[in-house]
């Protein structure tokens, strides 16, 4: 090498070194948590494994402990591990966690908007209106166990069509779940071959599989690389956009119809709310905000369940001994002729465990809801500086070997006492916990309670022929636990 090339390699090695030094002072503010050092623009990216980031966290826990720093590409997170110290944030601090972290997906799709990624004032006022009005219209009611019951007996035409044959439930699954919360939501009900319809719902669960995907977890990692970029992602955004674009079309609709004396589900009820604010000027009750929060709540109320319900079905099958004491409890508590019903729910503590413990063991969203800290504050005799970004990670706190005897096995006695009794446990959070946690949750347990026994009311859930077992690890793991989409039997009892 001349002695012009060597100049210019160490010029170029010294740079390096330089902005490399200049890189790790930046990270390294005093009484941070520890944690693996990152490299410049890629962070910890060469640490954490794109198609399971929860299992990277759970070996940095064994090492930095149950707080520690992590880089997302140049955004540092603070990741909380461990069923203690998530509850520390999430319930006994929970007012002090109130803001929603960023995740540059969610930030592009609802731009702060609606009631998931809204923080302050427009998210207490727009979670409080949210609340108040789906109980109005029924969600953990009576009114709505009727719905839920009258989607049933759909559902079971559906699937006694199919004679036993397999085949893959999603979209069924996801027309059911879709129709309770339409109802409370839009004020309807669609037919499960209704073409837009199952438009919409193919767009949702292709978003939900391609936000958990490798190119998804590079874009949250390179939001302003990836925008560039072509690939799935960018189908991720289009698919999002066109259920936003179903849900503005709704609203007009129900702006040609509107009466004020009588509302009749959640989007006139907004609507009215607008008309009453609207000389204030600082209103939160805007027909953005309507649309944003109408999207929150339907793919919120849509998607996770059918995704839990067809989890929850998939781990029975692989399960036949637990199979076969829920249906003994079913036969001994409800018989095969009346339909199931929530009062059913006290005397049948087995299926109300294996239920839980099913959430438990398939952790669909494992990486939890992203904090944004409003202040300095001291946790584990640490400092968090104020904004920075909280991952509480819900998966740890689902497998904490002190919460669980057994934290990574399918076993409903997780949730039974020594007299055979539903015993709760704290560290069950597959909603989150505090004041952020999923406003559905209630219609989400009522709606897997009533599929779940409506459908092993009649049938036995088995693997295809031939098929010696169904694979139960997540076929993309990165937001969600998203499961394979494979066939499967309903087959009369």
Request: with cysteine; net charge positive.
């Amino acid at each position: 090498m001349d002695l012009l090339g060597t100049t210019a390699f160490l010029l170029i090695s010294l740079c390096c070194l330089f902005l490399l030094a200049a890189w790790r002072k930046g990270t390294q503010r005093k009484n941070l948590p520890p944690g693996p050092t990152p490299l410049p623009i890629i962070g910890n990216l060469l640490q954490l494994k794109a198609t399971n980031i929860a299992a990277s966290l759970k070996k940095m826990s064994e090492k930095y402990g149950p707080v520690f720093t992590v880089y997302f590409g140049s955004d540092q997170a603070v990741i909380l591990y461990g069923y203690d110290v998530v509850k520390e944030v999430l319930v006994d601090r929970g007012e002090e966690f109130t803001y929603r972290g960023s995740v540059p997906s969610a930030d592009k799709t609802n731009r702060g908007l609606g009631v998931l990624m809204s923080n302050g004032k427009r998210w207490v006022e727009l979670r409080r209106f949210s609340i108040t009005t789906l109980r109005n219209f029924g969600m953990g009611k009576k009114s709505t166990e009727e719905h839920i019951q009258e989607e049933a007996e759909h559902l079971m035409k559906e699937l006694q069509a199919k004679k036993g044959q397999p085949f893959n439930p999603a979209l069924l699954f996801s027309c059911a779940t879709g129709n309770v919360i339409s109802r409370i939501l839009l004020g309807e009900r669609f037919d499960y071959q209704d073409p837009k319809y199952l438009q919409i719902l193919r767009f949702l669960i292709q978003a939900f599989r391609l936000e958990s995907s490798v190119n998804g977890q590079l874009y949250n990692f390179f939001p302003r690389i990836m925008d560039y970029l072509p690939g799935p992602h960018q189908t991720f955004f289009k698919s999002l956009s066109s259920i936003q674009e179903f849900i503005s079309q709704k609203i007009k609709e129900h702006e040609k119809s509107l009466d004020i004396n009588a509302p009749r589900d959640f989007i006139d009820s907004f609507l009215i709310k607008m008309e009453q604010e609207k000389h204030n000027s600082k209103t939160e009750f805007t027909r953005e905000n309507l649309m944003m929060t109408g999207y929150d709540i339907f793919i919120a109320g849509t998607e996770t369940t059918s995704t839990t319900l067809r989890s929850i079905l998939m781990i029975l099958v692989e399960h036949p001994a637990v199979q076969a004491k829920i249906h003994k409890e079913i036969d001994q508590v409800i018989g095969r002729e009346r339909a199931p019903s929530m009062k059913d729910r006290t005397g049948m503590p087995y299926t109300e465990a294996a239920i839980h413990e099913a959430q438990r063991f398939m952790d669909l969203i494992p990486l939890g809801f992203t904090r944004m800290v409003k202040q300095d504050f001291e946790i584990r005799g640490f400092t968090i500086p104020k904004g920075a970004t909280l991952y509480p990670i819900l998966s740890s706190a689902l497998h904490d070997p002190k919460q669980y005897k057994n934290p990574y096995q399918f076993d409903p006695e997780h949730f039974l006492d020594e007299r055979g009794a539903f015993k709760k446990n704290g560290a069950d959070i597959p909603f989150s916990a505090g004041k952020r946690n999923c406003l559905g949750e209630g219609l989400a347990r009522m709606q897997l309670f009533l599929y779940v026994t409506t459908i092993l009311q009649s049938f036995w859930l088995k693997r295809p022929p031939g098929v010696t077992k169904i694979d139960l690890t997540p076929e993309v793991s990165g937001l969600g636990n998203i499961p394979h989409q494979i066939p499967f039997c309903f087959s009369p009892r």
